[in-house]
């Protein structure tokens, strides 16, 4: 029977040389859920900007082992298996992540941010935060934690894991409108591969306020600089630039 492991990283920061301080996941085995959650060590200072968001000090770490030596890690091995389901809100980032840990999943992946692009496609924000407020997850959350013995906090590796948690049962309950009789894990692996092409309107640089089709009809070298200049692009945003000059 498949486990589903939901998980969330925190980091020293953003960067190619940025490393784990956080492994924080779920297992949901029936209805039996385990909860793994350690901070270690990181090979480089955490940055300032990344206390700012989590609050993870120096001092929290210290004398902790590294990622690759933690319970949390050890466990998120043996569950490493083609038959298990690996959940995570913008997966890219934290296997990027994990992989500087030697760590390369095998399991099935759902990327509840490529899900939600897909399946809440008119809100204006897919961030998870932005979901705990938007679908009221907020006001749930603290019975969960309780009954999991976890501490709410936002931008907490096991307390995103948590609202993770809660967002997945929405994201379903989305999917069996959109899809109707679809198997939702299936569906939600297969939203996860497939790109999302945006139509809204951007929301930053000299375009702000026109869609990637009106941007290409007035200055196509404008998207061109884009996809060459700016390396904070996603995937989905570099799909739907592509596409776009492509036509």
Request: proline share 3%; with cysteine; glycine share 6%.
């Amino acid at each position: 029977m498949a486990k589903y492991i939901l998980l969330d990283t925190e980091t020293t920061g953003a960067g190619e040389e940025d490393r784990i301080i956080q492994l924080g996941f779920m297992v949901l085995d029936g209805k039996r859920v385990e909860v793994y959650n350690d901070l270690c060590l990181a090979p480089i200072p955490i940055g300032y900007g990344a206390m700012e968001v989590h609050g993870i000090t120096p001092e929290m770490i210290e004398g902790k082992p590294l990622c690759c030596d933690t319970s949390a890690f050890q466990a998120l091995s043996d569950l490493n298996s083609v038959e298990n389901v690996l959940i995570i809100h913008n997966a890219p980032f934290d296997l990027g992540m994990l992989s500087k840990e030697n760590f390369t999943s095998q399991m099935r992946l759902i990327d509840t941010l490529r899900c939600a692009r897909h399946l809440f496609d008119d809100e204006e924000s897919h961030r998870l935060q932005y979901f705990r407020y938007r679908l009221g997850l907020y006001k749930i959350e603290q019975a969960e934690a309780d009954a999991l013995g976890i501490e709410v906090k936002a931008h907490d590796a096991i307390g995103d894991v948590l609202v993770l948690k809660l967002f997945l049962t929405e994201l379903r309950k989305r999917l069996a409108e959109r899809y109707i009789g679809a198997n939702p894990i299936d569906k939600m692996v297969e939203l996860t591969q497939t790109p999302v092409f945006y139509t809204r309107s951007l929301k930053f640089g000299k375009y702000k306020g026109k869609t990637l089709t009106e941007i290409a009809e007035a200055d196509k070298g404008y998207l061109t600089w884009m996809l060459g200049n700016m390396d904070s692009l996603d995937e989905d945003m570099r799909y739907s630039i592509e596409r776009v000059l492509a036509s």
